[in-house]
């Protein structure tokens, strides 16, 4: 068998390498959510983080395929390698498309499912333990219809710690509850799980099909155009260099993005100045906090004025305006900036998730040259140890 290119080989190992830790992470991920206390979910949350661990076992299992592949230079397992990462590509691109096409019908299959479990006051009730949980955490009531789902027998986990906009009077009594119904979060829930499962399976389903038709193009060309391999007498020297410095400069822009990202969060704390969530000052009722109020010679355009009662107007004297009777507090509410940030965790999210896929693009492609190279026989010139007989060209009779 020919022999492969080692600056080949050693770069398709390290694809491979990190398509095994990329499976590992995504097991270790799973599993410490399964094991975590007070976890509470529900089947189809099951059967999608087992899901997640068949899909990182299969990755970790073509990253180990691929690296004893080239380590041995075994065609049979380059083979296995090449078809294993294409079956998985016609996977998740089936799946990313039951996905896209199923999102409105499993939004309100899901409200269907749990109007079921209504009232959720009831004895044997599946449902009545997670939104417990889920109130607490999220600020929410109810299941569908607020805190009506519950009935007369409304929970501690319902009631507002803080009078704000987010709160609403249960009719005939005093106490404020949370409006907002949990579905609502289990919404946002499915549409984050949706679109994280869309990128992968596209993702990579597209870069997997670009994948198999250059690998078709080159098998072609191996097939039809055979080239000569030559090794000896070839430096190597500069090319090794070179890829050590690509990799040297992808590495160094990788952890720039990871500082960068790591500071812009950091100062984000320090130079954003919001108030409230969604309606700005006013989702604090009466209780303004501090950290609301504009300091001294700020800008005032982004700001707004607030009247403060003749008792509190002592404990606010360096936050009063030019009148004196009125408060300045930021405008913008943090809940748009909040947004945002996600919007940019989800976007890196994405981009690791594509950094994966076209590193295993890379490996299906360096997969099938290290085939095709394997495949074809080394030619050998070799001499003949003892010179070739020649005839005499004189006679040697006498004269």
Same mark, same amino acid.
């Given at each position: 068998?020919?022999?492969?290119?080692?600056?080949?080989r050693?770069?398709?190992?390290?694809?491979?390498?990190l398509?095994?830790?990329?499976?590992?992470t995504?097991?270790?991920?799973?599993l410490r959510q399964?094991?975590s206390?007070?976890?509470?979910e529900?089947?189809d949350i099951a059967?999608?983080k087992?899901?997640?661990i068949?899909?990182?076992?299969?990755t970790?299992?073509?990253?180990?395929?691929?690296f004893y592949?080239a380590?041995l230079?075994?065609?049979?397992?380059?083979?296995?390698?090449?078809?294993?990462v294409?079956?998985?590509?016609?996977?998740?691109?089936?799946?990313g498309?039951l996905?896209?096409?199923?999102r409105?019908q499993?939004?309100?299959?899901?409200k269907?499912?749990?109007e079921?479990h209504?009232?959720?006051? &009831?004895k044997?009730?599946?449902m009545?333990?997670?939104v417990?949980?889920?109130? +607490?955490?999220?600020?929410c *009531?109810?299941l569908v219809?607020?805190?009506?789902?519950?009935?007369?027998h409304?929970?501690?986990?319902?009631?507002?710690?803080?009078?704000n906009s987010d *709160?609403?009077?249960i009719?005939g009594?005093?106490?404020k509850?949370?409006? +907002? @119904?949990?579905?609502?979060?289990l919404?946002g829930?499915?549409?984050?799980?949706f679109?994280?499962i869309?990128?992968?399976?596209f993702?990579?389903a597209?870069?997997?099909?670009c994948?198999?038709i250059?690998?078709g193009?080159?098998?072609l060309?191996?097939?039809?155009?055979?080239?000569?391999?030559?090794?000896?007498g070839?430096?190597?020297?500069?090319?090794?260099l070179?890829?050590?410095?690509?990799?040297?400069?992808?590495? %160094?822009?990788?952890?720039?993005g990871?500082?960068g990202?790591y500071?812009? &969060?950091?100062?984000a704390l320090?130079?954003v100045?919001c108030?409230g969530m969604?309606? %700005?000052?006013?989702?604090?009722g009466q &209780?303004?906090p501090?950290?609301?109020?504009c300091? @001294?010679f700020?800008?005032?355009k982004? *700001?707004?004025?607030? @009247?403060v009662?003749?008792k509190?107007k002592? %404990?606010m004297m360096?936050?009063?305006?030019v009148?004196g009777s009125?408060?300045?507090?930021?405008?913008?509410?943090?809940g748009?900036?909040?947004?945002?940030?996600?919007?940019k965790?989800f976007?890196i999210?994405?981009?690791?998730?594509? %950094?994966?896929?076209i590193?295993?693009f890379?490996?299906?492609?360096?997969?099938m040259?290290?085939? *095709?190279?394997?495949k074809?026989?080394s030619?050998?010139f070799?001499?003949?140890?003892?010179? @070739?007989?020649?005839t005499?060209l004189?006679?040697?009779?006498?004269y």
């Amino acid at each position: 068998m020919a022999k492969v290119n080692s600056c080949l080989r050693g770069l398709f190992i390290f694809i491979n390498i990190l398509m095994l830790v990329a499976g590992c992470t995504c097991i270790w991920f799973v599993l410490r959510q399964v094991t975590s206390k007070n976890n509470v979910e529900s089947a189809d949350i099951a059967h999608m983080k087992t899901g997640f661990i068949i899909g990182g076992v299969v990755t970790a299992f073509l990253g180990c395929l691929g690296f004893y592949g080239a380590k041995l230079e075994n065609k049979r397992i380059l083979k296995v390698y090449f078809f294993g990462v294409a079956v998985c590509v016609i996977a998740l691109l089936v799946i990313g498309f039951l996905f896209a096409s199923q999102r409105n019908q499993a939004f309100n299959l899901l409200k269907t499912e749990f109007e079921k479990h209504l009232p959720l006051y &009831k004895k044997g009730s599946e449902m009545r333990d997670m939104v417990e949980e889920l109130q +607490k955490s999220s600020e929410c *009531c109810g299941l569908v219809n607020g805190y009506q789902d519950w009935g007369g027998h409304i929970p501690e986990s319902c009631y507002c710690k803080s009078w704000n906009s987010d *709160c609403v009077a249960i009719l005939g009594s005093s106490n404020k509850v949370y409006k +907002k @119904p949990c579905i609502n979060v289990l919404y946002g829930f499915m549409e984050t799980g949706f679109n994280f499962i869309l990128g992968i399976s596209f993702g990579f389903a597209a870069v997997g099909v670009c994948g198999c038709i250059i690998f078709g193009l080159v098998l072609l060309a191996t097939r039809f155009y055979p080239e000569v391999e030559k090794v000896d007498g070839k430096d190597v020297t500069r090319g090794r260099l070179l890829l050590l410095v690509v990799a040297a400069v992808t590495m %160094g822009i990788s952890f720039l993005g990871v500082f960068g990202a790591y500071k812009e &969060k950091k100062w984000a704390l320090l130079v954003v100045h919001c108030c409230g969530m969604l309606n %700005g000052y006013q989702d604090w009722g009466q &209780k303004v906090p501090d950290s609301c109020r504009c300091p @001294p010679f700020y800008q005032y355009k982004d *700001c707004v004025s607030v @009247p403060v009662s003749p008792k509190n107007k002592w %404990g606010m004297m360096k936050y009063l305006d030019v009148s004196g009777s009125s408060v300045l507090v930021y405008k913008q509410p943090c809940g748009p900036i909040v947004l945002s940030y996600m919007r940019k965790v989800f976007d890196i999210s994405l981009g690791i998730t594509f %950094g994966l896929a076209i590193s295993a693009f890379i490996g299906m492609v360096m997969s099938m040259t290290m085939y *095709c190279q394997i495949k074809r026989p080394s030619i050998i010139f070799s001499l003949e140890q003892s010179p @070739p007989k020649y005839t005499e060209l004189y006679s040697t009779a006498e004269y």
